[in-house]
Each structure stands twice: as C-alpha cells, then as structure tokens.
C-alpha cells in the first residue's frame, strides 16, 4: 500500500520554473569568466597550454597519431555541452579499443589563475568543493539525458585494531599519531615503497600471483611486527608483495572507490563513447571522494603508472594493468555480485585505465567550483556583516573604532593599489611590500624573496620547496600556481593575506 499510494517525487525545475526561452545548451564562450566569476572591463584572459602528456606518456605509440582535444576548466562542464550525443549500448564483444593509442591527448588551458590541485585548498574550502560538484554531476548528467544512478550506502563496521580489513579513516588516525599530518596509511606506502623499489621491472607484476600460503603467513607476521619496525621486508618476494597490495585494497571496509557512485561510473562509460565526456563526469566523481579515499587512490594510481612505464621490461601494459586492478578496486556487493560483476568487466577496466592515464587532470580542481567557493565565502562574510549590525554592543564597539580612525595623530600606513605585503615567517621577521604588474607572477615574487633573505648555495632548493599561499578574504587557504598572475588574484581577493611558506605533502 505504500508503494501504491506513494506520491511521485517534484522535479526541481518544477519547483523553481525554467525559463522556456533559453536555450538547453550554451556553447563555450570565447574569452571566459576568469575564475573569481567578475569579467574585468578592457582585459582579456591570457592562456597558456600545457599538455598533460609530458607527465601521462604511459603505453601510448608516439609514432601511431592520435587526436589532441582541449580541456577548459573556466565554464562548468555541463553548460560546455553544446551537442548531446547518442546513447548507445556498446556491443558486448566491441566495448572498448585495447590499444592505448586510441586514447586523446587532452591539452588543459591555464587561465591567469594557474592550475590548482587538490591539496591545495584548505579542508573547509574542500568539503564546498565536494557539494558543488554533487550538483554540477546532477546537472551535467540531466544534460546528458542520463539517469544519475546512487547506491544506498551502507556503514560497515570495519576492524578498529590491525591493518588489513581496517577503514582508511582508521588507519590514519591511528598512523597520525607517530606522524602528525600523513595522508596516506604508512602500511600502504610500505607496500607502494617495497614495489617500486624492486618490483617495477618485475615481468607479469599484479598478474603472476605469489603463493596463496606466503601472503598468508606474510599478512599474520605484518600484523605483529609493522608497529614495531621489527618485520622484514626483504623476505617478501616481489609477486607476493603485488597480492599483499590488492589484498589491502580488496579487504577495505569501504571500497577506494566509494559504492555510491559506483552506477555512475558505470552508466555513463556504457552509453556515452566520447573520452572527453567520460572524462569530465569522472573529473566530478573523484572531487566527490572523501579525502583519505582521494589521497590513497591518488599515491595507488601514481605507482600505477609507474609500472605502465617499465612496460618494455614488466610486459605489463596499460590495458593489461587496468584489467587486473579494476576488480580490486569496483567491487560488488550482493546476491549477484559475481555476475555483476563479470558483466561491467571490460567497463571498469576501460575507467581504471582512464584513471592512470589522466590522473594529472583529475587531481586538479576545476576553476568554476572555487569561483563558486569564492562567491559562497562573501555571502557568508557579508551575511555575518548584517547580523553583527544589530548587536548594540557591536554597534558601540564600531563608532569607538570609526572615531578614532578620524583622528588626525593617524600613524598607520595605507597601502596603495596593486601593492602587496608579504610575510614569510619562517624566515624573516619582516614583510616586503611588492609593487604587482600585469606580468608579475607567484613565483617572481619567490625568487625576489629568497634573492634578498637567502644565500645563493640554497636558493635553488628554496624556490622549489616553498609556496606562495593566499589566505583569508573569500578563500579559506590558497596554495597558488607558481604561474600564476599576482594582479588578477589580487583583484580577486584584495583582502587576502599572502605568506610565503613550505607546501605541505
């Protein structure tokens, strides 16, 4: 009866209305919004393009040609769609091309802003990240005509003592206490450390498996000795190492790739053929992982790639890894988890091997979400304005400050447009202020600091070590892009704070 008299669910466009006279897709504008969302009148935004190819060469034929595409982070994905394509179930037998080649080369635009990865944001600043790209999944699916399939999650409960079988969020509350601020489980960087340090050239590494019994005994005898630095990892054979590895992954509580969205996944690679969308969808996917899912998938795709590299030696290429990993990592629950499982086979490999391929591009964070993040953090600011106005004693405390700036005995300096003050207290107790220009970039302001506060012998080592961080005013923190231009970020966010300071890993 309650399925019978069940009232149908709003579509929210009915809720709010829609504009019938607008069109359905808007193409890409020529010159974008810069990511602080405000269009500055007479100036055009300067792009630079750097191929993601220098960094993602794995098991590609540089002699077979292969088609370039252009990524742009300034217009959210889903107005960028200016042609709905077809859905069409792939043929089981003719699902995927195997040959790596057939794979775009995806060139990402760097507007004035840089490029921003994902540990570059303060935690704050990543959960907005995380609900905003919810809704523009939500809206780019609906422009894709595809129905945005979720599983139920379901809470495990996982082990609590231990290292296999034990929740991510576990492990590093538990590794964070011998080393303050890790992002990975230190059982998995061993693992990851052991492989690439002599595993890499291994031939048929991740697909010969070790002995089931070793793995086994290895695993008891990790348990016991890895807190105590007593184990012994030359022991480990190679091979067995590789099934201790996807026994982690396998035994997780919760999968790397949360359940959730794991219809998503699989929906979207089935019925669109086009990598450039796939792509994006999966860009929003992972800027929807928790962070310890993220940064672990993100150390596991790096040594990934890694063994794609060493393909001559390992004969491992990169469909052939894709294809061992991708159970380990789409696992399925349930009564016909099996055969399930076998169906979606060559999807979620197809979507392991784009996760290796383009782990660069995925890793950063789209430039339309922090301009939203931007606009969020001045509502807030302003809206705390308000309610500050109509506390009396606040009021009070406001027309004893505003009286005391219109003294004329003022002895505060003002800081003149386009200059800025930087801090870096780590190594000079004094701040240096900074005239910007047009050409001006974050990391001229780097070199001119350790040029005048550090000794020639250490410079080099300075300049790649430290950042440039905005914080405060409409961003939480900031990491910037050494290319970056100083004046566009500062109009942005002239009341920021700018601090020099060593990036965290």
């Known amino acids: 009866m309650r399925k019978k008299n069940k009232h149908t669910v709003r579509d929210v466009r009915d809720i709010f209305g829609v504009n019938d006279s607008s069109p359905t897709f808007e193409t890409v504008p020529v010159s974008p919004v810069p990511s602080n969302g405000i269009q500055l009148p007479g100036q055009k935004p300067v792009w630079k393009s750097v191929s993601s190819n220098s960094c993602l060469d794995c098991g590609l034929d540089k002699d077979s040609p292969s088609v370039t595409e ?10 960028s769609i200016t042609v709905v394509p077809k859905n069409r179930e792939r043929q089981n037998n003719q699902r995927f091309k195997k040959d790596d080649s057939a794979l775009p080369k995806f060139i990402v635009r760097k507007s004035q802003f840089g490029l921003t990865e994902v540990g570059d944001l303060s935690l704050e600043d990543m ?7 919810l809704i523009e999944l939500a809206a780019f699916y609906d422009a894709l005509g595809i129905e945005l399939k979720r599983n139920r999650t379901e809470r495990l409960k996982g082990r609590e003592n231990g290292l296999f ?3 991510l969020s576990t492990l590093l509350e538990n590794d964070q206490k011998k080393v303050p601020g890790i992002k990975v489980p230190l059982i998995f960087q061993k693992l990851l450390l052991k492989l690439e340090e002599t595993g890499l050239e291994t031939e048929g ?45 396998r035994e997780l509580p919760s999968p790397l790739f949360t359940v959730e969205y794991l219809p998503a996944f699989i929906t979207l690679v089935e019925k669109v053929s086009k990598v450039k969308l796939q792509l994006q969808a999966l860009h929003l996917l992972i800027m929807l992982l928790p962070d310890a899912n993220r940064d672990t998938a ?26 061992i990993v991708a159970p380990n990592v789409f696992i399925y629950k349930g009564k ?29 964070v789209p430039s339309f979400l922090i301009s939203q993040v931007r606009k969020m953090n001045e509502a807030t600011i302003n ?19 505003t009286m005391e700036r219109e003294r004329p005995e003022r002895s505060e300096t003002h800081i003149p447009e386009g200059v800025i003050r930087v801090y870096a207290p780590l190594h000079s107790k004094v701040s240096m202020a900074i005239q910007l220009n047009s050409q001006t970039k974050a990391r001229d302001i780097l070199a001119r600091f350790h040029c005048e506060n550090s000794h020639a012998s250490s410079k080099n080592t300075e300049v790649q070590i430290q950042r440039l961080y ?10 910037l892009d050494p290319d970056a231009y100083m004046l566009d970020v500062y109009r942005a966010n002239p009341q920021a704070e700018w601090v020099i300071k060593p990036k965290s890993s």
Not at 127 to 133: A, D, E, V
Not at 302 to 307: G, P, R, S
Not at 396 to 401: A, F, G, T, V
Request: proline fraction near 1%.
């Open 70 to 79: 252009e990524l742009s982070y300034e217009v959210s994905f889903s107005e």
């Open 127 to 133: 959960k907005k990240i995380r609900n905003l790209s």
């Open 165 to 167: 079988g034990v929740p």
């Open 205 to 249: 590494i991740l697909r010969v498996p070790g002995s089931a019994s070793r793995v086994k005994n290895l695993r008891q005898e990790i348990e016991i000795k890895f807190h105590e630095d007593t184990f012994d990892w030359n022991q480990v054979r190679n091979n067995d190492a590789a099934g201790l590895l996807k026994m982690f992954i």
């Open 298 to 323: 993100k150390a596991f795709l790096q040594f990934l790639k890694k063994i794609v590299a060493n393909e001559g030696k390992n004969k491992m290429n990169l469909w052939n890894v894709s294809m």
């Open 336 to 364: 016909h988890a099996n055969q399930k499982e076998m169906q979606a086979a060559a999807t979620t490999a197809h979507i392991v091997r784009l996760l290796i391929k383009y782990q660069d591009i995925l890793w950063t």
């Open 383 to 401: 809206n705390t304005k308000r309610q500050m106005m109509f506390d009396k004693g606040v009021r009070r405390l406001l027309r004893r400050k």
């Open 470 to 479: 905005e914080i405060g005013g409409n961003i939480g923190l900031h990491c």
